[in-house]
């Protein structure tokens, strides 16, 4: 079955870095526009990077711009999220998603806090 696992997320600092991990299976990951959403208690889920089947093109919430890079590798079935900088406004639950001609999954999420 199709599967999208996070993992990578935790507590840090402010000016810290993280890096998330979405491991997907039970599909033809190479087929897939890769994306990376994020929802803050209270608020919307809003996008944070996308990145393209063969990963030529990313695009990013202007929130992230210069601080965050998305990433792909087709043969390991991964996508990825550096996230530098962190600043407490980026806390939140960070999830990853594949869509491809109406096809549309998502992981769990991860946690992603950002506190002194």
């Known amino acids: 079955q199709v599967q999208l696992v996070e993992s990578g997320g935790g507590l840090v600092q402010p000016g810290e870095s993280l890096r998330l991990s979405c491991s997907a299976s039970?599909?033809?990951?190479?087929?897939?526009?890769m994306s990376w959403y994020r929802q803050a208690p209270g608020k919307e889920r809003e996008l944070v990077a996308g990145i393209s089947s063969v990963g030529g093109r990313t695009n990013y919430a202007d929130s992230v711009k210069g601080r965050f890079t998305i990433s792909r590798d087709n043969a390991k079935n991964s996508v990825y999220l550096q996230m530098n900088s962190l600043k407490p406004e980026d806390t939140a639950v960070y999830y990853c998603n594949a869509k491809f001609s109406g096809w549309d999954y998502w992981g769990q999420g991860t946690q992603v806090t950002v506190s002194s």
């Open positions: 039970g599909f033809t990951f190479s087929n897939y526009r």
